[in-house]
């Protein structure tokens, strides 16, 4: 599996993952054009993770000077270990370029993601109720989570991902 910035001609198939059954639930599906528009973006970064040349998962970076943002994370097929490899790519790339902190936010319900995580050291930092609307107009918790570059490193030390 190699990670690789997305261009122009992966919108189709990175819009697709958003409509997979799995992730549904826990995303809004952006249209190929709503996709574009922010593959031209100069404030976000688009991964993706390629496996066999298939387009497997997904990341979207908000970088900034001390503080990234991971604002969007997908895969294909789930509990293959692309999760995985995306998030330790995305963690790679932001405290690699100087990040202090990086953070993200996740909807309460969803447990896998939450669990992937936590799994690399992010730590639940309080709950925005009542924080996502879904398509069908219902609301649901949304939990922000957070990890300091201290805590990447102290992760990393013990071995790949952070895991003994």
């Given amino acids: 599996m190699r990670a690789r910035l997305a261009v122009a001609e992966d919108s189709a198939a990175v819009a697709a993952l958003f409509a997979l059954p799995h992730a549904r639930g826990f995303v809004h599906v952006p249209t190929e054009e709503q996709m574009r528009s922010v ?4 404030e976000r970064e688009l991964w993706v993770a390629e496996r066999d040349g298939e387009i497997v998962g997904h990341a979207m970076l908000a970088p900034g000077d001390w503080l990234w943002e991971l604002r969007i994370l997908v ?4 509990r293959q270990g692309i999760g995985s490899f995306v998030m330790r790519h995305a963690m790679q790339r932001a405290f690699g370029d100087g990040a202090h902190r990086m953070f993200l936010e996740v909807v309460e319900r969803n447990a896998g993601a939450r669990a992937l995580y936590e799994s690399f050291g992010f730590t639940a930092e309080g709950c925005y109720r009542d924080g996502y ?4 107009g219902s609301f649901c918790d949304l ?3 957070g990890i300091l570059e201290s805590e990447y490193r102290a992760l990393e030390s013990r071995g790949p991902g952070g895991r003994a």
């Fill in 143 to 145: 939990i922000p989570y």
């Fill in 39 to 42: 593959l031209g973006s100069v």
């Fill in 133 to 136: 609307r879904d398509d069908d």
């Fill in 75 to 78: 895969v294909r097929y789930p």
